[in-house]
């Protein structure tokens, strides 16, 4: 298959989601450390500039800038494309609760998509807390501020095709228009007021319009604390806000048919 043009192409729209698959295990650093350091863009027009510049480029291309080795397994891959993109673009938030580019107010995000364009699984936004902070808003959530104007860079994965060969595509500049932020908001909402009333082990798949809650651990064996319906602190496994398939893929949609 040959690699993606690296001018826009269209992607289709699907009839339906995906299905949404387990939360990975949390990603290793990428050894050994990376040199030289890469300066963060000073805009948002430097960047797209980077950004753009490694589209059409497989993963092996990026690993062989840094020095990094490839996974074999695709189990142990999983956000290791991410964390090569973040260093070659010099990302600065590292695990800082903020946007990864906070002087530019911009997140990035890498996402899988399969040869129609389709993204192969939900985007994982932030870790959720499961002790709410007195008085917690959208407007003031970690939620919003990643989700407030995101970078996106589309992953392909051609059937068959090894971890070093997965091409990067074209770059996605995205501003959550006043409709999609009323939808996550609506979410956030839901989902916010079933963990303040101690309702979270009641909290599934099936609640979100776009954005969901979902277990967020290596293993069930890992616990966090929330309270119950009486207010009494228990254990409860970490979770995590993701965005679903059928979200991202309009995201992506749209972009593309522009």
Request: contains cysteine; positive net charge; aromatic residues 4%.
């Amino acid at each position: 298959m040959a690699p993606p043009p690296r001018r826009t192409s269209r992607l289709p729209v699907p009839d339906r989601d995906l299905k949404e698959r387990p939360a990975p295990p949390p990603v290793p650093p990428i050894t050994p450390p990376i040199t030289p350091h890469i300066s963060p863009p000073a805009s948002r027009s430097e960047l797209l500039e980077r950004a753009s510049s490694l589209a059409g480029h497989s993963l092996a291309d990026l690993a062989n800038r840094l020095g990094a080795r490839i996974p074999r397994r695709s189990t142990a891959a999983k956000g290791w494309a991410g964390q090569l993109v973040e260093i070659l673009l010099g990302a600065t938030a590292g695990s800082n609760p903020e946007p990864d580019f906070s002087h530019l107010g911009i997140e990035l995000k890498t996402i899988p998509i399969d040869p129609s364009g389709k993204p192969r699984e939900s985007t994982h936004v932030c870790v959720a807390p499961l002790l709410l902070e007195p008085g917690s808003t959208w407007k003031a959530s970690l939620v919003r501020a990643k989700l407030a104007r995101v970078l996106w860079v589309p992953i392909l994965w051609p059937p068959g095709a090894s971890i070093g060969e997965r091409l990067v595509c074209t770059p996605v500049d995205w501003v959550m228009t006043e409709l999609e932020e009323g939808v996550l908001r609506a979410d956030w909402e839901e989902l916010t007021e079933l963990i303040a009333l101690g309702r979270v082990q009641e909290i599934t798949a099936h609640h979100g319009t776009a954005l969901q809650l979902r277990p967020k651990a290596p293993n069930a064996s890992t616990t966090t604390w929330t309270t119950d319906p009486s207010g009494r602190r228990v254990p409860a496994n970490p979770r995590g806000f993701y965005l679903r398939t059928h979200f991202t893929q309009r995201i992506l949609t749209d972009a593309f048919q522009h």
